[in-house]
DNA sequence: GCGCGAATCTCATTTTGTGAGATTTTGGTT
DNA sequence: AACCAAAATCTCACAAAATGAGATTCGCGC
């Protein structure tokens, strides 16, 4: 959990400084942040590029290489729930205005991998590759309350102050028992939890071994949303939710693949 | 350019394993791939887990993990090329049926960074990070064609029997002198080197020190084509590279980032 | 609780990475 | 074209950090 000391580690680390503000690094400033010295810091700038992963930009900027595209295109091309989410998604948007979301369960980590918008001026936007936080809005509610207990209470754990300030409960076990009664109703709803004046509306989805690995979204505005219509759509979501689930139970990646070619 | 054998490189070397066929991989199979014992292979994957490079997907099974959705991410959230790119792409396709791409040169590779589709059945499909070869085709001739002396040459070396064979001439010296000739021309045409019956139009992006870093191109049925309108096409894909240029040249990083907020 | 395979730990060995300083290369300037 | 300063690379003695055989613990299914 906390910083390994090893080179390889120290290598990554320099990925670790590219930011969306700041996608530019002459080795100096690297210097400057990392505290390397030049020669091991120019031999690790190397390696980097080497593999791909750091391209020389100007005379001395250095900037993310071409690898990182390549892994997220293999990353795209042979994720059954992307390929299969990717549908899904637009038949949702289709559905309202709003925006559908295919999110990712990365263990502690949650990613949109995929994004569909229907509504003219968006709120949030949330493109491939933005992280979500890890313990607000309907997202999140929908991959905490399915998990198997033992994972369940150790995200509990790690997650205890932000849960508690949501109101679900005071202690881990009363937060536990919050979350498994919020299984029996379908798809999860919040309000404003994440962004202001939205609500969320999230099914999970599974893996072959009934795992939640991802979830279905709709960000909808709340003016534009009654008791009726948002039953409506929770109903269609969890239906869509459970589509998909099917889908990756009965899917082999081999499957894909060949589909594809 | 061969192995290096340091820990890190062997330990990125893992990541080289994933490919389009096989994004699954146990502990096990690796070590017999690529023979490090035991203990050694845990460790690799623990830095890579603990990166985010990596994320333990079914019981025994790895996948490439978030970080390199998130590195993907940043990427594209700030790239000029890609931001001031996205429009000119539509505008591209709009004006023929035919497959306009975004190409990115870096230095020793080609990646499609972004595509516009507007033919009914395209005959290639080129989405953001597939890799395009090196030595053929018109995006390939936009980018060595307008390479300062000094690169051109090296390149050429590099690919030396793959261009030899295009009949552009034998010497590295008479390559040299046919690829300058084309800077003339305009936009940079090439018939079924790539994809048989499709012809590729391409212009080169030069970025604020006129170096080619990038190519507009528009792939397009053979049949759908006629003189006039290949001509058309032509001036229409340079002034696009043209426009792209300047903005680039005219843009810093920041006011993009800025613009986004 | 038992048993099996998967993952981690221990520790002596030695390979590998490290950094000060010298050296070469590069790019920009008269 | 020749020059200069900054950037990048090289050399080599030293020490730290990675390695792997084997023992141990973990974790899941029965």
Request: proline share 5%; hydrophobic share 45%; glycine share 8%.
């Amino acid at each position: 959990m906390s910083a390994g000391a090893g080179s390889a580690e120290r290598i990554l680390g320099i990925l670790d400084l590219f930011s969306e503000n700041r996608l530019e690094w002459t080795p100096d400033e690297m210097m400057a942040e990392l505290g390397y010295t030049r020669p091991t810091l120019y031999r690790y700038i190397k390696t980097l590029k080497d593999a791909g992963f750091l391209t020389q930009n100007g005379p001395h900027g250095l900037t993310l290489g071409p690898r990182v595209v390549e892994l997220d295109f293999l990353m795209r091309k042979s994720d059954a729930l992307l390929l299969e989410g990717g549908t899904v998604l637009k038949k949702l948007a289709a559905r309202h205005p709003s925006t559908a979301l295919l999110v990712r369960w990365y263990g502690n980590k949650l990613l949109c991998v995929a994004s569909e918008v229907s509504t003219p001026e968006p709120k949030s936007s949330y493109p491939r590759g933005r992280p979500m936080p890890l313990a607000r809005g309907a997202i999140s509610r929908a991959i905490l309350a399915h998990l198997p207990r033992r994972q369940m209470l150790a995200k509990i754990h790690e997650n205890l102050a932000d849960l508690r300030e949501l109101g679900l409960g005071d202690t881990v076990d009363e937060i536990a028992e919050a979350l498994r009664q919020m299984r029996k109703g379908g798809a999860l709803v919040a309000r404003g939890e994440v962004t202001d004046g939205v609500v969320g509306i999230a099914a999970p989805v599974f893996d072959a071994s009934r795992a939640p690995v991802a979830v279905l979204c709709m960000t909808v505005d709340r003016d534009t949303l009654d008791d009726r219509k948002l039953q409506e759509l929770s109903d269609v979501i969890w239906a869509a939710g459970t589509q998909l689930s099917d889908a990756l139970t009965h899917m082999r990646v081999e499957d894909v693949v060949l589909g594809e070619l």
